[in-house]
């Protein structure tokens, strides 16, 4: 079964919304570790290493953020594993860029 990347997205982010709060730094925290999920279950190690470092080097360093962060991934990784097709490198690197992109938003006032 394929589905576009975009919709596994966002069916991933229905299960973990009810768990978070609505600002823009969580979302884009609950996106970075969605992509790294995916990107762990999918043997994408570049990918998943720059999401990981996108959250540790521009996210505050609380222990909600990383929860936020794990469980999103735990998620993901999870989800992936039940047969849905890895989204080729290249569509996960430019996710993973607007992610980044949303991420210093959210958190450029913070400092």
Do not use: W, Y
Not at 49 to 78: D, M
């Amino acid at each position: 079964m394929k589905l576009p990347f975009h919709i596994l997205l966002l069916a991933l982010s229905s299960i973990a919304a009810p768990c978070l709060a609505a600002d823009a730094g969580t979302t884009a925290v609950d996106t970075l570790g969605r992509i790294n999920g995916i990107a762990l279950a999918c043997q994408q190690p570049a990918i998943a290493s720059r999401a990981r470092n996108a959250v540790q080097t521009t996210a505050p360093k609380t222990r909600a953020i990383g929860e936020h962060f794990e469980n999103a991934t735990s998620q993901a990784f999870l989800e992936q594993g039940k047969g849905l097709d890895c989204p080729d490198a290249a569509t996960l690197a430019n996710h993973l860029g607007e992610a980044e992109k949303q991420l210093r938003e959210a958190f450029v006032a913070a400092r």
